[in-house]
């Protein structure tokens, strides 16, 4: 059967079915009337059955129009909802598409996203900037924003992208210079690096029990990407996000997870929870680009972090 071919016949006959009458089907579509009815009966000679019905008030539907009905109309939703994405074509935005994303979330989440978006929306140029830190969206003339931790009262609109724990993760290498860690008490003994959201004094569960933990602070850093290097280059036992974590890290035999010389220990206990978000400055009437940005983004997180 040629599908090709057969599209058309498959419009001519819902216009029909919708308007009830050859006449009406064929102002409808500039047709004639007999060009019309012709084209119907070369359709009940392709599928072999009778699909439309003669009375007194015009055309009726036999039980297999109806059942072709309902899959025809399809094809005429999907033609006009086409159509209507290639006149958009020439209204799609343009210009710099600046956002702020936090560390770590460029590789794997915003980078991809990005390069759909930009097949997307062809015109659209992104500019980037990577900080943990907060941006003011009208003030550094930013379209959006991904932010993690607790928001300020901003005004601005912000949708959930998802959360994130911290996980305790240290090298291989200084696991065996300095020991395992097998139990919570073993970080006593150890060399911590901590940051201004993971400080010496720590918050962690072990289920749904909250334990308050002193951790011996050997370093410090403001930096995530500085303590993922700190910890791989062997310098002590860190907190890092457990999608970080998880791209660096396998499990291994003994139950110890190991990778990229990064192990993840205790990995019974997870540090606090991290919960982002997407923040742009519209009310209403978002902008297609930056309503389908956290679609992709928030596809991106979930893949990483699942």
């Not at 900080?131 to 912000?158: P, V």
């Not at 993840?264 to 519209?282: A, I």
């Amino acid at each position: 059967m040629n599908v090709v071919k057969l599209a058309p016949l498959l419009l001519i006959f819902a216009e029909v079915a919708k308007q009830k009458s050859f006449t009406g089907a064929a102002k409808k579509l500039g047709m004639s009337k007999s060009a019309i009815s012709q084209q119907i009966k070369r359709l009940e000679e392709i599928v072999e059955m009778q699909l439309l019905a003669r009375n007194t008030r015009g055309v009726v539907l036999t039980n297999n129009g109806e059942a072709l009905l309902s899959r025809s109309e399809l094809i005429t939703e999907q033609l006009h909802n086409l159509v209507q994405d290639v006149q958009h074509v020439k209204e799609q935005p343009s210009g710099l598409f600046r956002i702020s994303v936090p560390q770590f979330f460029e590789r794997s989440i915003v980078v991809p996203a990005l390069k759909q978006l930009c097949l997307e929306f062809p015109k659209i140029q992104p500019d980037v900037d990577i900080t943990g830190r907060w941006r003011d969206l009208i003030e550094h003339q930013l379209d959006a924003a991904i932010f993690g931790g607790d928001l300020k009262d901003c005004g601005y609109k912000a949708q959930s992208i998802g959360r994130v724990h911290d996980v305790f993760c240290a090298s291989s290498r200084y696991l065996q210079q300095h020991g395992q860690i097998t139990q919570l008490n073993d970080i006593q003994n150890h060399k911590f690096i901590a940051t201004p959201w993971q400080n010496d004094q720590a918050t962690l569960w072990q289920g749904s029990e909250q334990i308050e933990v002193e951790l011996p602070q050997s370093a410090f850093t403001n930096s995530l990407n500085t303590l993922v290097d700190m910890v791989s280059q062997d310098m002590g036992v860190g907190l890092l996000p457990n999608f970080v974590a998880k791209q660096r890290v396998q499990q291994g035999s003994l139950g110890v997870v190991v990778k990229n010389n990064l192990v993840q220990v205790l990995p019974e206990l997870r540090g606090r929870d991290w919960h982002f978000y997407f923040l742009h400055r519209y009310q209403a009437n978002k902008p297609a680009h930056v309503a389908r940005f956290y679609e992709l983004v928030r596809h991106y997180f979930l893949a990483v972090t699942s």
